[in-house]
């Protein structure tokens, strides 16, 4: 039966673009190819910034999983390296460049066995394979420093993670600083949401500081503000989520009385509610109040005539943070207070930080919080100054947990390199290519080191195959940018917590596994105007069910006849 006139069957709508096959494939490897371009000179302590504008806010940063957020990726498979990158970023904090490079690196080099007609799976199976070998490798040779070194330990990790940043300078100042916010924490949880990070315009960086406690920003204040103490010491503190101010009737609030005179017991009865509650106050012994919600002007003059510091409407996360150093409760009401619900604090007092007024709590009994005041002369050299230490921060949490640390500047790269291609050596197959091929790309970090530094990345790998191969101790040789050359990084305090290599490897692999098992894109360009989902629902739902069928909705079930309009209640 001739085949060529039977109609064709069309399951997609009009307009719909499918691609599959190799070259699919090829096309979202040189996709992700590209994404890796963008973010591959911002690797290492000479890496550069990148300047990125939206039209409405400009941010400059060479931090990887900040670039990769702002940047306006269209194509389905290459947002799957932003992923990747800040789920690095949540997990460890740094190495979200790094994930990156390795990913698009692996990609690069298996694109060629795509290209020869290689099966996608056979090379999915070789490179997961190398990424299991990998991190047992790293769990095997990892160092674990214990004790006394255990501080320098963690000191160096998180100087290691400042060593790319715009801070690299002042690492000697908030390396020190850092841990202690990370120690003064609850080690059984470790939340470095209590780590308050509070940036102060001007002044100079030296400036910044850690505060054993907490501080804030001065809340919105009312008349009387300035009448209150602002400087108490072993105060007792009240937490509320409780407003302290006259509420208003509520809109169209309709009072119906029969007596001029019980309008006056109607407003007597407001204020009574109010003077109630701060009555309550009062009496609980606090000489701090605080509070998520406002205090009105008329709390703020009552708290003041007798020598009380109140503040409404403070941030929930910083009204957390005084509860966790504090030990005080927040209440939801002001009846039943006692003194086990307070909390208390050696020192109280709020002084003046550039040309803002900031509430400082120190000296805290139960202190598993703390602050780091920042300064700095622009906003945009600040926010990169918090990206960096909120970095540094994430980094000494992981090795808190792992306490196992491998020597950075491309050695445990290099030394996984030469570790996968013994073991290929092992394996008959095509696997052997695959594995191979994984380590190659292993050797894209002291590559583009050596190539942002400005050193000649060809010596410096010739140099470091060499060391790896043949010295005994040259398992921790690595790429020594300051002096434009190799050395022993581990030797040099550049360290970096185990689990930061192994969340890599892991999530590099697992992302190009996921694009090369891609070989069909299915994807329609109505889809993509602005506002083209909700016109098709619009239309759908202006359809009735039969007419959506291919019928002509009631009208066309009754043939058009005895139908009106139907308008109103009764069809009239």
Not at 34 to 52: F, H, I, N, Q, S
Not at 196 to 211: A, F, N
Request: charge should be neutral; charged fraction near 25%.
């Amino acid at each position: 039966m001739n085949t060529a006139f039977q109609p064709q069957i069309i399951l997609l709508r009009e307009g719909t673009d499918t691609s599959q096959g190799k070259a699919q494939i090829v096309s979202n490897i040189n996709a992700c190819m590209a994404v890796a371009e963008t973010v591959r000179t911002t690797l290492g302590p000479r890496g550069m910034d990148k300047l990125m504008n939206d039209g409405r806010r400009t941010t400059i940063s060479n931090d990887g999983a900040t670039i990769m957020r702002l940047l306006d990726i269209v194509h389905p498979a290459a947002k799957t390296l932003v992923d990747i990158s800040m789920a690095q970023d949540a997990e460890v904090g740094d190495g979200t460049t790094s994930v990156v490079l390795l990913a698009a690196e692996i990609l690069k080099e298996v694109k060629d066995f795509i290209e020869d007609g290689l099966h996608a799976r056979v090379i999915i199976k070789g490179l997961r394979d190398a990424s299991v070998r990998a991190c047992n490798e790293i769990e095997r040779i990892a160092v674990r420093r214990d004790g006394d070194e255990f501080r320098s330990l963690l000191e160096k990790c998180a100087g290691t993670a400042l060593n790319s940043k715009l801070i690299a300078r002042q690492k000697s100042l908030f390396a020190p600083m850092i841990v202690d916010a990370v120690m003064s924490l609850d080690q059984s949880m470790c939340d470095i949401k209590l780590v308050g990070i509070k940036k102060i315009q001007g002044g100079s960086v030296t400036e910044s500081h850690l505060v054993n406690g907490v501080a804030f920003k001065k809340t919105f204040a009312y008349a009387g503000f300035e009448q209150q103490p602002k400087h108490l010491t072993n105060p007792k503190i009240l937490l509320l989520n409780v407003e302290l101010e006259l509420k208003s009737e509520k809109e169209n609030a309709e009072v119906r009385i029969t007596d001029p005179d019980q309008y006056q017991s109607i407003v007597d009865a407001e204020w009574s509610i109010i003077y109630d509650k701060l009555d309550c106050c009062v009496k609980s012994g606090a000489n701090i109040v605080l509070s998520r919600l406002p205090i009105g002007d008329l709390g703020t003059q009552y708290f003041a005539d007798r020598g009380i510091f109140c503040a409404g409407r403070v941030a929930h996360d910083d009204l957390d943070r005084v509860s966790k150093a504090t030990g005080a409760m927040v209440q939801t009401s002001v009846n039943g207070i006692t003194t086990e619900h307070l909390g208390e604090c050696a020192l109280f007092e709020e002084k003046g930080l550039g040309d803002e007024r900031y509430n400082f709590f120190t000296g805290c009994p139960k202190a598993k919080t703390a602050t780091i005041i920042l300064r700095g002369g622009g906003e945009q050299f600040l926010e990169e100054t918090e990206r960096s230490v909120h970095d540094a921060v994430m980094i000494v949490k992981r090795t808190l947990a792992s306490k196992s640390i491998v020597a950075g500047g491309g050695a445990i790269e290099l030394e996984l390199s030469k570790s996968l291609r013994e073991y290929s050596r092992t394996i008959v197959g095509k696997q052997q290519l695959v594995v191979q091929a994984f380590a190659r790309a292993l050797e894209v970090i002291p590559r583009q080191l050596a190539d942002n530094g400005g050193i000649d990345s060809t010596d410096v790998m010739n140099l470091l195959r060499k060391e790896h191969a043949t010295s005994a101790d040259g398992m921790w040789i690595g790429v020594d940018v300051l002096n434009e050359g190799i050395c022993n990084t581990l030797d040099a305090g550049v360290w970096e917590p185990a689990a930061n290599k192994l969340n890599s490897i892991a999530s590099a692999t697992e992302a190009a596994c996921c694009i090369l098992s891609i070989d069909e894109t299915v994807r329609n360009p109505q889809s993509e105007k602005q506002g083209a989902g909700m016109q098709q629902q619009a239309g759908r739902r202006g359809k009735m069910v039969s007419e959506a069928m291919g019928g002509g909705g009631m009208a066309g079930m009754m043939g058009k006849k005895g139908v009106n309009k139907f308008r109103g209640r009764g069809g009239a």
